[in-house]
């Protein structure tokens, strides 16, 4: 494969992705409506998908210091949204886990956020969401190989 036509995906892909932001989803509008802010909602989708997790592991993969991350985690603790616990085998090291409450946040974030996505494309032509629907799935197939 050339580097030009490397270089042409790599410009659609990120195309792609504000698009999505601007004309489907902005992530703003779930911490506006939840009232909860984006960093923290980057936090909690972060631990659902990566499990309990030292403060530090999470701030190097979120590539936050870990000083702009304990305050994060201490907002989301007394919002009862996550908890700290000692690790079983390492008393030494606190692991951070969403709780029961995050979860239900999450889930009716992302029902939210499907209702949004459902108005959006409500209008298209029957031909226009097929060739989505066709579209989307040749694309998360391919990105899944990543």
């Known amino acids: 494969m050339t580097t030009l036509n490397l270089n042409d ?4 892909l990120y195309l ?3 698009s999505l932001n601007k004309h ?3 992530p703003n509008a779930l911490a506006k409506k ?4 984006h960093s923290h909602i980057k936090v909690l989708f972060y631990l659902v998908h990566n499990g309990p997790i030292s403060i530090s592991k ?3 993969d979120l590539y936050v210091s870990k000083p702009n991350m304990t305050p994060v985690i201490d907002k989301l603790v ?8 000692y690790n079983p085998t390492d008393r ?3 692991l951070i886990q969403a709780t029961p409450k995050a979860l239900e946040v999450l889930k009716e974030g992302k029902e939210y956020i499907k209702e949004v996505i459902r108005e959006k494309i409500s209008p298209l032509s029957d031909e226009d969401i097929s060739n989505l629907s066709s ?10 190989k990543f």
């Open 9 to 12: 995906i790599s410009d659609n």
């Open 16 to 18: 792609l992705l504000f």
């Open 24 to 26: 489907i989803f902005n």
């Open 34 to 37: 939840f009232n909860i802010p």
């Open 58 to 60: 999470m701030a190097k």
């Open 78 to 85: 007394e919002d009862g949204l996550v908890t700290r616990d």
């Open 92 to 94: 030494r090291v606190i």
């Open 135 to 144: 579209s989307l799935d040749t694309l998360l197939n391919v990105i899944n």
